[in-house]
């Protein structure tokens, strides 16, 4: 792209607009090839970003029980861990309005499927024939960091109380994580 300037994480450019102030909070997903570039599929941007988004970090600690006392060993970190929950947008199709019947007519639902379809498929490239060809990852921009990794866990679930929408909670295993500074 002319004008751009390029930066040292692979299928992000300083002036990527996904990485400007004003689209810090929108979060963000894309699917890496196993060189950590971008595979070139449209980047999905979820409708509403979480209502929760944590982290977790954790030691591996292993304890020995010696004649002597306790022996413990540190091995390093798991893997980061981040958990999100919101839900979807709510589905309103252009003809109907707001509607629960015809939500498959609705941006909201399509962006649901896009996001399930992520999960399920977890970085995974198939050929015609469903053999996967290529081993991937998920990228997640969110809030100005970069994080690479895989799907543990994905809930939708639908709830009497909020008809329009669906919950969503889900759980990412994250294996590189880079954190913008000086923001």
Known sequence: MPGTIPSPLPGVVQNDPRMSDANRLVMSFDVLDPNQNSFGFPILLLHVNPDNFGKKYAPIVTRDVTRGGYIEYHWGDVLDELSASGSTGAFISTRVGLANGNRRASIA??????FLALYRNNGMIYDDNG????SGQIRILFDG????????TFNPAEDAEN???FDLNWTFKV???TEMVGR
Not at 131 to 134: A, E, Q, R, T
């Open 109 to 114: 639902f399509a962006k649901f499927q896009d």
């Open 131 to 134: 053999n996967i060809i290529f």
């Open 145 to 152: 960091n970069i994080y690479n990794g895989y799907f543990t």
């Open 163 to 165: 008809p329009f929408t």
């Open 175 to 177: 294996k590189t994580t």
